[in-house]
C-alpha cells in the first residue's frame, strides 16, 4: 500500500514553493510556475514542520535542516544529494570538486545532471554549487533564485549584501 501524500504550498520570498511530504519524509520541495495550482491536502505535522523550517531559512533563524528526506534516485544520485547536504551554509562548491568527493573527477557531468535531479530545493541545497570559474550555472529554479539564496546566507553568515 503505498503511503499517503500530503501536499501544500508556501509562498517563498522567491515565489510560490510547492512541497510534498509523507508520514514520515519530505519527499518534494519545488519552485512552481505563476500559473500552477495545486489543492492543499489534509495538513501533516511534517508539512507544517517543514514550512516552518523553510520561514526560519528565509528569516536567517536556520542553517541547518532538521527534516526527513527522501526523494528516489539512482544510488549515485543519493550520494551526490547526501554530499549537497554538507555543504555549509553560506559556502559554495565547484561541480569539480563535487565530483571529486563523489570519488571521481570525471563525474562533473553526472554529478551536474544528479544536482539537476535534485527535488527538495532549499533543503537538499543544490544552490551551493557553481561552476568551476565561479560562475553561477544551472538551477532548476532559475539562476536569479540561485544569486539571490547565495545572496542570503551570505549576508546572514557574514554581513555581505552582493555576492556578484
Not at 573527477?105 to 541545497?125: D, E
Not at 550555472?137 to 552582493?162: F, N, P, S
Request: with cysteine.
Amino acid at each position: 500500500m503505498a503511503e499517503q501524500l500530503y501536499h501544500t504550498t508556501y509562498q517563498s520570498p522567491l515565489g510560490k514553493l510547492k512541497i510534498a511530504v509523507t508520514d514520515t519524509c519530505v519527499r518534494m520541495v519545488e519552485f512552481m510556475k505563476e500559473d500552477e495550482a495545486i489543492p492543499p491536502t489534509n495538513n501533516s505535522p511534517l508539512l507544517t514542520d517543514c514550512v516552518q523550517q523553510l520561514i526560519e531559512y528565509f528569516q536567517g533563524e536556520r542553517r541547518v535542516f532538521d527534516l526527513p528526506l527522501d526523494q528516489p534516485g539512482t544510488g549515485f544520485q543519493q550520494q551526490v544529494w547526501n554530499l549537497l547536504c554538507v555543504i555549509p551554509y553560506g559556502k559554495t562548491i565547484s561541480y569539480l570538486d563535487l565530483a571529486l568527493r563523489s570519488g571521481d573527477r570525471n563525474n562533473t557531468r553526472a554529478v551536474a545532471n544528479a544536482n539537476g535531479r535534485n527535488r527538495i530545493a532549499i533543503i537538499v541545497p543544490c544552490h551551493r554549487v557553481i561552476g568551476h570559474n565561479g560562475s553561477l550555472t544551472g538551477y532548476a529554479g532559475g539562476l536569479w533564485r540561485k544569486k539571490w539564496l547565495l545572496e542570503l546566507e551570505l549576508k546572514w553568515t557574514h554581513g555581505v549584501q552582493t555576492l556578484f
